[in-house]
């Protein structure tokens, strides 16, 4: 394991209301990853960072933000939670050389009523 | 648009039984290839990994897979599964060198392992 822990673990939040998960990593590994898992789709990338300040978008990043103000940390906003954005969330990083590997956390179950 | 297949939903074995978990990729240059797994309720952890040289690669707990680059395959396999490797299998692909080591997941195989 990198060192990851994920804030909260579980949310029930209602429709409309913005939420934030934290990712936060001990290992100073400069690439960080937000997935969602949903039964039936595997993982899929909602965002990523490559560095302090530099973020791109993933295969569904539509209704997401992020932002990335310290290596160690990685935030996931929804602006407007939609019931569609139910899933499990997972962080992951990687170190960035060629031979690496990532690195789940151990993941945040949201719940949108 | 890339994608990874993984050719069984849910696979029932009986303990000792021998494993086999197809995984199909789209992608015409080269890529490193994953194999991860998911108790339940726990994240996923790195069962294996190929990036070059031998194409045959063993990981943890037993399990190796096979990369056949001709059939675009990286199959994992186990001689005989224990019920502890009750869990969900993932394969997931990287293109060499690209997307800043981003993964292509497939969608998953949920394995059953009967005491």
């Known amino acids: 394991d990198a060192g990851i822990t994920q804030s909260p673990r579980h949310k029930v939040t209602e429709t409309g209301t913005p939420v934030t998960l934290r990712c936060h990593q001990t290992?100073?590994?400069?690439?960080m990853y937000w997935y969602r898992q949903d039964p039936g789709h595997g993982l899929r990338l909602i965002h990523y960072?490559?560095?302090?300040?530099?973020?791109d978008k993933g295969e569904v990043s539509d209704g997401y933000s992020v932002s990335r103000s310290k290596t160690e940390d990685f935030l996931l906003t929804l602006e407007s939670a939609t019931s569609s954005q139910t899933s499990v969330y997972f962080c992951?990083?990687?170190?960035?050389?060629?031979?690496?590997?990532?690195?789940f956390g151990p993941g945040t179950r949201l719940t949108v009523l | 648009a890339q994608s990874v297949s993984q050719h069984n939903h849910h696979v029932i074995l009986s303990e000792a039984a021998s494993l086999e978990l197809g995984c199909n990729y789209s992608y015409g240059g080269t890529v490193n290839l994953f194999w991860y797994v998911q108790y339940p309720g726990q994240h996923l952890q790195l069962l294996l990994k190929y990036f070059s040289g031998d194409p045959l690669v063993k990981g943890i707990k037993g399990f190796e897979a096979e990369f056949i680059k001709s059939k675009f395959s990286f199959n994992l396999r186990k001689p005989s599964v224990q019920w502890s490797d009750t869990a969900e299998y993932f394969c997931?692909?990287?293109?060499?060198?690209?997307?800043?080591?981003?993964?292509?997941f497939g969608k998953g195989t949920k394995l059953s392992v009967k005491p």
């Open positions: 960072s490559y560095g302090v300040k530099d973020t």
């Open positions: 992951a990083t990687r170190t960035g050389t060629s031979t690496d590997t990532q690195y």
């Open positions: 290992e100073n590994h400069r690439y």
């Open positions: 997931a692909v990287s293109p060499y060198g690209g997307s800043q080591g981003n993964l292509i």
